[in-house]
Nanobody, 116 residues
Framework: VQLVESGGGLVQPGGSLRLSCAAS????????MSWYRQASGKERELVAS????????KYADSVKGRFTISRDNARNTVYLEMNSLKLEDTAVYYC??????????WGQGTQVTVSS
């Protein structure tokens, strides 16, 4: 199993970013996927999840209405569209496979820094 995140960067408050996670080594369309984040000095937290076919999504209250998770099973990729970014969204963002749970497969992460 390999997960490779990309798309992070430095953005001003109120800005937007789109993260991507390219998956390989397993049948991507059979698994739900999630995005997590870990801010400096804090525990990793679940941000958003999507079912295997993409029909069901869930979000942490802190990002609801601002972030959108989606997936393209033809490209084995899961995305996280982040809008109206806040300072507190600064973190390393990771994607993971939902099974097994707790997650055991992680990518290297991508840094998102929201700063003026």
């Amino acid at each position: 199993v390999q997960l490779v995140e990309s798309g992070g960067g430095l953005v001003q408050p109120g800005g937007s970013l789109r993260l991507s996670c390219a998956a390989s080594g397993f049948t991507f369309s059979s698994y739900g996927m999630s995005w997590y984040r870990q801010a400096s000095g804090k525990e990793r937290e679940l941000v958003a999840s999507i079912s295997s076919a993409g029909g069901t999504t869930k979000y942490a209250d802190s990002v609801k209405g601002r972030f959108t998770i989606s997936r393209d099973n033809a490209r084995n990729t899961v995305y996280l569209e982040m809008n109206s970014l806040k300072l507190e969204d600064t973190a390393v963002y990771y994607c993971s496979r939902n099974r097994p749970y707790p997650p055991v497969y992680w990518g290297q992460g991508t840094q998102v820094t929201v700063s003026s």
